[in-house]
C-alpha cells in the first residue's frame, strides 16, 4: 500500500508478481490496492485489466471494489459503464451498494449532466 500512496504502480505491480511467483494467492485486498492506484494515478486501463484478473480468477467481489472501479470508470468519463457494474451489482446480488456508490454514481451523472438516470 505504501508504492501505491506513493505514486508507484510499477513497484506494485513487481510486488503482485513476485507474490505470485511465490504461489501466494492474492486477496480483494491486493486488488483492492492495485485498482485503487491505477485509478488514483489516472490509469483506468491497468485498473480495468486488474478487475478482469480479479473476475478470470474467481476472486469474490465485494462493494469497496466495485465502487473504487465505478469511480475510476466515471473520473474517466466512462459513466454508461459505471452504471452496468452498478446495475449487475443490484442483479448479481453478491455486493450490494452502499451510501459511497450511490454518492460515486450521483456526483459523476451530475457531472455529466445526465439527471434522468
Not at 21 to 41: A, H, M, R, S, W
Not at 47 to 59: N, P, T
Amino acid at each position: 500500500k505504501g508504492y501505491s500512496r506513493a505514486g508507484r504502480m510499477d513497484k506494485c505491480l513487481e510486488v503482485y508478481e513476485n507474490m505470485r511467483e511465490k504461489g501466494f494467492v492474492p486477496t480483494q485486498v491486493t486488488y483492492g490496492i492495485l485498482l485503487d492506484g491505477y485509478i488514483n494515478d489516472g490509469q483506468v486501463e491497468k485498473a480495468a485489466w486488474v478487475f478482469e484478473v480479479m473476475v478470470q480468477e474467481g476472486c469474490p467481489m465485494n462493494t469497496v471494489l466495485l465502487t473504487t472501479l465505478m469511480k475510476g470508470l466515471a473520473q474517466a468519463g466512462r459513466i454508461d459503464q459505471a452504471m452496468e457494474i452498478y446495475k449487475r451489482m443490484l442483479i448479481d446480488g453478491e455486493a450490494m451498494p452502499d451510501l459511497v456508490t450511490f454518492s460515486v454514481l450521483i456526483k459523476a451523472n451530475c457531472k455529466a449532466e445526465r439527471q434522468d438516470v
